[in-house]
Nanobody, 120 residues
Framework: VQLVESGGGLVQPGGSLRLSCAAS????????MSWARQAPGKGLEWVSTIYSDGTTSYVDSVKGRFTISRDNGKNTVYLQMNNLKPEDTAVYYC???????????????WGQGTQVTVSS
């Protein structure tokens, strides 16, 4: 299994970024995929999950601002992040963990992470 994130960077508050995660080594189209993040000095936090049928879920702090999506033809999962806030600053990880519980327990496969910094 290989998960490769991209798209992170430095953005001003209120700005947008789109993260991508290219997956390989497993049957992507039938797999649940998630995004998680880790802010400096804090533990892993589940951000969002997308199921194989396209159903999505989000942590309350990002609802209405972030959108998770997938392209099964490209084996890629995305996280569109709008109206970014300084508290969104973190390393963002793509993972095959299927829930907040599995993220907290560091279950599944994980990418190397991509840094998102929100600062003026």
């Amino acid at each position: 299994v290989q998960l490769v994130e991209s798209g992170g960077g430095l953005v001003q508050p209120g700005g947008s970024l789109r993260l991508s995660c290219a997956a390989s080594g497993f049957i992507f189209s039938s797999s649940t995929m998630s995004w998680a993040r880790q802010a400096p000095g804090k533990g892993l936090e589940w951000v969002s999950t997308i199921y194989s049928d396209g159903t999505t879920s989000y942590v309350d702090s990002v609802k209405g601002r972030f959108t998770i999506s997938r392209d099964n033809g490209k084996n890629t999962v995305y996280l569109q992040m709008n109206n970014l806030k300084p508290e969104d600053t973190a390393v963002y990880y793509c993972t095959t963990a299927r829930s907040a519980r599995e993220v907290r327990r560091n279950w599944g496969d994980w990418g190397q992470g991509t840094q998102v910094t929100v600062s003026s």
